[in-house]
């Protein structure tokens, strides 16, 4: 199985800040990566898709980019309702697997 | 808007069974399905998938042999058939599907505990 790892596990930062989110795969993935954000008692929401495509619907605030093995997430102007959990997810190979999460909170 | 509905979880004693349903709409009911699992205070796992016309399904190792995956594109509705329910098989199990990015349903809860 193609294993996921999150960088750092947990973030804080303020209101207004950019933040960067890193995850990499044991193997190559190609551009075959998500980002989902998910807030408590709630179902993940995608973010990101083939590693850099926004999703219908999300903000332009958020960004992906990275292919192969290194891919990063990028959130500008923090607003206080971004401050979540952030998963990524290969979907190059199966099993689909994910990142452990980065829990970003308020500093 | 792609729309998915999960129903059929609750409180289950280790080795029963359950089964999941996930009712689909706004898109035509014709891609890969998958069920991802999340435990309490845990990360997300994949569970399995099944190809459009139900002939061929994948599965977790932790799940293989014990759940079993099916679809009805009549009624375009997914469903997961959990037998031999073990304690760690709690979790929110979710509906998903990939179009033009992975879409969510909501999850519905299931408790294995005696």
């Known amino acids: 199985d193609i294993q996921m790892t999150q960088s750092p596990s947990s973030l804080s930062a303020s209101v207004g800040d950019r933040v960067t989110i890193s995850c990499r795969a044991s193997?190559?993935?190609?551009?075959?990566l998500a980002w989902f954000q998910q807030k408590p008692g709630k179902a993940p929401k995608s973010l990101i898709y083939?590693?850099?495509s926004l999703q219908s619907g999300v903000p332009s605030k958020f960004s992906g980019s990275g292919s192969g093995t290194d891919f990063t997430l990028t959130i500008s102007s923090l607003q206080p309702e971004d401050f979540a959990t952030y998963y990524c997810?290969?979907?190059?190979?199966?099993?689909?697997?994910f990142g452990q999460g980065t829990r970003l909170e308020i500093k | 808007e792609v729309q998915l509905v999960e129903s059929g979880g609750g409180l289950v004693q280790p080795g029963g069974s359950l089964r999941l349903s996930c009712a689909a709409s706004g898109f035509t009911f014709s891609n890969w399905m998958h069920w991802v699992r999340q435990a309490p205070g845990k990360g997300l796992v994949w569970v399995s998938r099944?190809?459009?016309?139900?002939?061929?399904?994948n599965y977790a190792d932790s799940v293989k042999g014990r759940f079993t995956i099916s679809r009805d594109n009549a009624k375009n509705t997914l469903y997961l058939q959990m037998n031999s329910l073990r304690a760690e098989d709690t979790a929110v199990y979710h509906c998903?599907?990939?179009?033009?990015?992975?879409?969510w349903g909501q999850g519905t809860l299931v408790t294995v505990s005696s």
């Open positions: 099944i190809n459009s016309d139900g002939s061929t399904t």
């Open positions: 997810q290969q979907y190059n190979t199966y099993p689909l697997t």
């Open positions: 998903v599907v990939y179009i033009s990015g992975w879409n």
């Open positions: 083939a590693a850099s």
């Open positions: 193997q190559g993935i190609s551009n075959s």
